[in-house]
């Protein structure tokens, strides 16, 4: 097996990419409508993170969350405040599971939480 690739739910492309492109920095891999008109399909990426977009009714339910494991969070979270993205300030928390994590909510209620283990 593989690394899983996620699907979140999007419901409109101009907000998932000032969100997912613009604020965090992942980058559009490729876009797929079936026809003029349709709902779209897309892959973004981050390094060795991928994730699928989908404003496809049934591709997945608005309001999941999935975890990211990164190196250097707090690095991260700097550059994420810096950026002032006017819908979200994410803190940087510590868990009583020995993580530290910045948790961000997008345009379309899923959550993705980013992680690092205390001891990395």
């Known amino acids: 097996m593989y690394e899983p690739i996620p699907i979140l739910r999007i419901f409109d492309e101009k907000k998932a990419l000032e969100f997912y492109v613009d604020f965090l920095e992942f980058k559009v891999d490729w876009k797929h409508n079936f026809e003029e008109n349709t709902p779209l399909y897309m892959q973004i990426s981050s390094g060795k993170c991928i994730i699928h977009l989908s404003e496809h ?26 950026k002032n993205y006017k819908y979200t300030r994410p803190g940087l928390e510590e868990t009583p599971w020995n993580t ?17 283990n205390k001891f990395e």
């Open 57 to 82: 009714y049934g591709d997945a339910a608005p309001g999941s969350s999935i975890r990211i494991a990164v190196n250097n969070i707090k690095t991260l979270h700097e550059k994420l405040l810096s």
């Open 100 to 116: 530290l994590e910045i948790t961000v909510g997008d345009p379309f209620y899923n959550r993705i939480i980013f992680y690092q």
